[in-house]
């Protein structure tokens, strides 16, 4: 497989982006929600340790990914089995997908940097974590870890209607499988 993309599939560097992207937001979504239910103290502060990290890597990544589309590559031709206005609404989903990623790190941030959790989870300071709803940001970051989880099903089950319904062998455009 080539660095950088073809009209036909997609390159090595934005698979790689694209299945670490995808299994970080599962784990986000995951962790996010088991965060929130959490009571114990300290069980909720080793975890959101991690997810707010795994956030801001995601935040770095998905930078890196817009610059590398803006700069470096071009993506693939739509698959020969889309329709224009599937296409239209795929180019829509993932950039839709950018802007609540980049919408749900700036929110994640937010919370901890107005609610000074930042300095309890990450340099030892001294109290409680806080109630993160008393602080505007966690609005839009429940908001928009619900409208991601929906946005992956919608999305995989695209993927998932190509593949196996029309047979089209989609996934063999983002590193998985060969082409017809
Ligand atoms: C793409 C990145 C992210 C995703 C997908 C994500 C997802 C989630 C989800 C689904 C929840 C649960 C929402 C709910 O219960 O209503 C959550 C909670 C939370 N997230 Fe994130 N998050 C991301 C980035 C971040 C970042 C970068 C930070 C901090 C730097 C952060 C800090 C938090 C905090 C503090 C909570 C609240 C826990 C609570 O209310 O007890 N998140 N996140």
């Known amino acids: 497989m080539r660095w950088k ?6 390159g090595m560097v934005a698979v790689a982006i694209h299945w670490i992207t995808a299994a970080a937001i599962i784990a986000l979504i995951v962790s996010g929600f088991r ?5 114990d103290p300290a069980a909720k502060a080793g975890l959101l340790r991690v997810h707010a990290g795994m956030g801001i ?27 224009s206005l599937q296409s ?3 180019s829509a989903t993932h950039a839709i997908f950018y802007v609540i990623i980049l919408g749900m790190a700036a929110s994640g941030i937010g919370m901890l940097v107005l609610s000074g959790a930042g300095a309890i989870l990450f340099a030892n300071a001294p109290g409680a974590l806080p109630d993160f ?10 908001i928009g870890g619900r409208a991601l989880a929906a946005l992956l099903v919608l999305h995989v089950g695209a993927a998932l209607y190509h593949q196996f319904i029309l047979r089209d ?5 983002i590193g998985i499988g060969r082409a017809k």
């Not at 709803?133 to 429940?142: A, D, F, K, M």
């Open 5 to 10: 993309s073809t009209a036909d599939r997609y």
């Open 35 to 39: 965060a929130t239910n959490l009571t």
């Open 169 to 173: 062998r989609i996934f063999a455009r």
């Open 133 to 142: 709803w008393s602080y505007l940001p966690r609005i839009p970051h429940g």
């Open 88 to 90: 239209r609404i795929a």
């Open 57 to 83: 890597a995601i935040l770095v990544l998905t930078l890196a990914r817009i610059a590398w589309w803006l700069f470096a590559d071009d993506k693939p031709s739509p698959a020969s089995t889309t329709s």
